[in-house]
């Protein structure tokens, strides 16, 4: 196999937790092949005594071997703190997209009638975040300003990626930006779409503004969709989205940085939740979503032995939601790491059976 080196930014509270459930699946003990962890301590705590350089030398180690899974980390409030450190992992691996996926959990009815996978493909940079802020006094009135920017490479970015992943999925890309009122700022996404739509004239296009697809999700949730959009309009649509399949647990979050041909080149999965403070220490989070970002990392990976290794931790982790083995947040009563006993008992029958029978999955 392979060289694969996954590069491991452990993080707070549940999101520590979590990540170390995860680690248990993708030990090669489980999986029958070696994989390499480079680790780096991203905790609130650490980010603060090394003043958020741990944060650098984390996204340079992605560069290098491609792969990283990340915890949930603290976001500090507090100005002149550490920040976010996902801002500085996605700047310095110059992440372009961000994916998040909402699928059906097996046994768990979902408040609405959706059936096919809706993925959300969003500018990882750009747009209302990091855009500049200021307030000036205007009599006896105080006027906010922002002003912010988007870049034709990061639409470009988007846009191809989206008529891929839609391509993979067989799904229709649908929605885009309200650009009858932006013409020039959110018609440069629009454009962008435009000519992947003709690049790619075998993936159904289906445009709408932003407001319309939020009111048309409902009706076209029964097919699979790919949903490109902007920096903040995608933050909004993916928590839509996921809880329209009745639970975030069930998706993984994937930032990528794009090669010139618009293949994923550095690939950062996580769970699309936070550090759940009240449920830290008391082994009732649920593993799902950090479980499945490792399975997305080795989906991305060469070789065969990978990409049998991650369509063998979906589906046990799938399976064992359809069995009924389920933490509190899904009507059940297993624990974290009994949920992850499970799946890896699961995952390393399916292997073993595959080996035997000789199959090319």
Known sequence: MQDLTIVVMQGDQTGQELLEEALRVLSPDVLGFPIQFETYDLSLENRRKTNNQVVFEAAQAMRRHRYGLKAATITPETKGDVGSPNAILRKEINGTVIVRTGRRIPGIAPPVGVFSPISVVRMAVDDAYGAKEWRE?????EIAFRTERISRNVCRGVAEYAFQ??????ATVFGG???????????????ELDKAAAKYSGVKYDPQLIDATYALLLVKAGEPLVIPALNRDGDCLSD?????????????SILLA???????????????????PSLFGKNVANPMAMILAGASLLAHHDDKSAQMASRAIYESTL???????????????????????DVIHRVKAKLEVWSTLGENH
């Open 177 to 191: 930006p309200k650009f009858t009122v932006s013409p020039v700022y959110e018609g440069m996404f629009k454009e």
């Open 258 to 276: 794009l090669d010139e041909n618009w293949q994923p080149q550095v690939i950062m999965a996580e769970a699309p939740h936070g550090t759940a």
């Open 165 to 170: 992943h839609a391509r993979r999925l067989g």
């Open 319 to 341: 399976e064992a939601i359809m069995m009924g083995v389920r933490t509190a947040d899904l009507g059940g009563g297993t624990s974290t790491t009994d949920f992850t006993d």
């Open 240 to 252: 839509l989205v996921l809880q329209m399949f009745g639970s975030i647990a069930g998706a993984e």
């Open 137 to 141: 006094q205007e009599g006896d009135d």
